[in-house]
């Protein structure tokens, strides 16, 4: 099998994992902040201007593209290892012990992964397509006159089912982060006794902030906290 | 001898070939002062005399240095307790009318022999693609302490040095990596003077041997660290990602 070289060998995949796991939370700090607009209050206009930004800068169309090739560059490479790693033990114990010496959720990336990505499927389809596809025209305009992804959020989350399959997608997120952005950091060799507390720190913040936030978005707008 | 009965699920797998399969073994007699490796002395003498086959299952030193013995205990690399081999795990550590089960390394770059007995050539050969210093001996050996060393420096090496390449660190990871035991072995090379001529060539051929013998990849759980008999930290897999890292970047 060949797993030499820049692109195959075990340890360059793990650091492909890393960056492009990094790059994926500097993405989820922007759409956090732009989001966390809703909570205003002011019947979307703040969040409208931010969303009409990001739907025309050229330099934003630009990095969604990246991003989409990030995305797809994480999971692919998730896949890989995952099948590898899965070829490295072919019997299993009959008996494991797992949680003598790990925690479950750093051993099961690719599951939280995978329910992540059933989420940002929904979730695309919800947001993603209406905005740069099919249109908003439905949701006719704000206030101030601009096109309405805030009626979009109203609409979607009228549904209890769909408020649900958020809080969930965001606790797969808050997992999967909690052990990945420490994770990245060891994998680019990043591991220093002066600052892996910070790093432990800011990834254990970061885990919880950002998706209660995400998850605040659905249940207040479900239940009317914000109109 | 002793007091407590046990019962034993063994792997039993005659040959690399052979499918295998757990076999329960009652085992009367134990004292709570045997090692691990007394008690399944006592059960092979007992199937020895009934003129069965006697459980194979590897081990050397019986003092916890040489890294020969392996068993994966009740889920466990050298069973529980931590800081430990299985030789320097007592029986104390069970309680009378306890199950037990046994069962060899799990990995395909560790193939089972026979039973317990697994082959850890792997690491051998991880070993020989880099683990190793050029030194002068053509009768004009320089004196190793005539090279100052940062005592940190030296501690840290020490620190990996003392791996045992026992292979706790692969069969315990979920992923059946085995970066613990080849960052060990570059990390104690690499921090000092000696390890520096060799020093990229090292870390870009140990990664590659360990990628060809079949090992998965590392994802930091963390698990190899504690099942460590000799408590090697997850800090050398990170200096074996910077090592890996500059080597790859700046190779020609």
Known sequence: MARQGLFGSSLVKKFWMALTGLFLISFLVVHVTLNSFIFFNDGGVTFNTGAEFMAKNPIIRTMEVVLFIGLIAHIVDGLILWSQNRAARPVRYAVEKGGANRTWYSASMGILGTLILFFLIMHLWHFWVKSRITGLHHYGLDAEGQENLYGAMLEVFQNPFVVVLYVLGCFSLFWHLLHGFKSAFQSLGLNHKRYNPIIAFLGTAFSIVVPTLFALMPIAIYLKWIQ | ?252
């Open chain 2, 1 to 252: 001898m002793g007091n407590m009965k046990l019962t034993l699920k063994v792997w039993r797998q005659n040959g690399p070939n052979d499918k295998g399969k757990i076999v329960d073994y009652p085992v009367n007699d134990v004292s709570e002062d045997m090692s691990f490796l007394e008690m399944l002395d006592v059960l092979n003498d007992e199937l020895v005399r009934k003129g069965e086959e006697p459980i194979a299952f590897d081990h050397d030193c019986r003092e916890g240095i040489c890294g020969m013995c392996s068993l994966f205990i009740n889920g466990e690399a050298h069973g529980p307790g931590r800081g430990i081999t299985t030789c320097q795990l007592h029986m104390r550590k069970f309680k009378d009318g306890d199950t037990i089960h046994v069962e060899p390394w799990r990995s395909a770059a560790f193939p089972v022999i026979k039973d317990l007995a697994t082959n850890r050539g792997a690491f051998d050969r991880i070993q020989a693609a880099g683990g190793f210093v050029s030194v002068n001996t053509s009768g004009n050996l320089v004196d190793g302490n005539a090279l100052p060393i940062p005592k940190p420096d030296a501690d840290k090496a020490f620190d990996a040095a003392t791996c045992i390449g026992c292979g706790a660190c692969v069969a315990t990871c979920p992923n059946g990596s085995a970066m613990l035991f080849t960052a060990a072995k570059v990390s104690q090379l690499s921090l000092l003077p000696q390890g520096q001529v060799e020093r990229k060539q090292r870390a870009l051929a140990m990664v590659e041997q360990m990628d060809k013998e079949g090992f998965g990849n590392c994802s930091n759980t963390g698990a190899c660290e504690i099942e460590c008999p000799k408590g090697i930290s997850l800090e050398h897999i990170a200096r074996l990602n910077r090592e890996y890292l500059a080597a790859t970047v700046t190779k020609e």
